[in-house]
């Protein structure tokens, strides 16, 4: 069951609470990937993220693998299904510089606000979906539920259509992705007419051979 935002109440521990909280978990880890504890009472550890991309991810040429859509500067590439990535994060750490995170990790050139974090948890024999909000902390969600993926884990998703917050990106970001936009436009605007020229040559030379006197 997919649920489209984060609707549970957030609830903060205090530092003696975060303490006994990474003790117990650390106690209950089986692949070594504890939490630390600084004296300045943020924490450090370990997330899984599972890779739940439809469409290909842009990266560079040189750090392409498996299946390739095109060849060029950039590459537009398939992620196995079912990659998972880990990462070292802090207590301090968002939502989206997770995903930012990621990215870099993969060396993904498509921008983070394409993409978006959720968390997938069993409740009552059931599997819940939820989509988290960028000022979520994700390794606070993994202290709270414990090590055990089976009973929370992270998934990395497109935006579906539509869904960009366009207001949250900068007026510089902004005219820089008109300037994008003109540049694509204007490409396939000189595709389509050189299409259309063929089309125009040969309808020509057709017309010149029914019409040739002989």
């Known amino acids: 069951k997919d649920v489209q935002k984060e609707t549970e109440p957030h609830l903060y521990l205090s530092k003696e609470e975060v303490k006994e909280k990474i003790q117990s978990y650390n106690s209950s880890v089986t692949d070594k990937l504890k939490m630390t504890l600084n004296a300045n009472g943020i924490y450090t550890g370990f997330i899984k993220v599972q890779m739940e991309l439809c469409r290909p991810i842009t990266v560079q040429s040189s750090q392409s693998q498996g299946r390739c859509a095109h060849s060029n500067n950039e590459t537009a590439f398939y992620l196995p299904d079912g990659c998972v990535n880990t990462l070292h994060i802090s207590s301090t750490n968002t939502v989206r510089e997770v995903i930012e995170a990621l990215l870099k990790k993969f060396f993904v050139a498509d921008n983070p606000a394409k993409f978006a974090l959720y968390k997938r948890c069993h ?74 020229a063929a089309y125009r040559d040969k309808l020509e030379e057709a017309l010149g051979g029914v019409w040739k006197p002989g």
Not at 129 to 155: I, W
Not at 188 to 195: P, T
């Open 123 to 196: 409740k009552e024999d059931q599997v819940y979906t939820c989509k988290l909000s960028d000022r979520e902390r994700p390794l606070y969600l993994r202290l709270v539920a414990g090590p055990r993926t089976e009973m929370l884990s992270f998934v990395l998703r497109e935006h579906e259509t539509g869904e960009v917050m366009w207001e949250a990106f900068t007026i510089p970001e902004l005219q820089n992705f008109l300037r994008i936009l003109d540049k694509e436009e204007n490409e396939q605007l000189q595709i389509l007419k050189k299409r259309y």
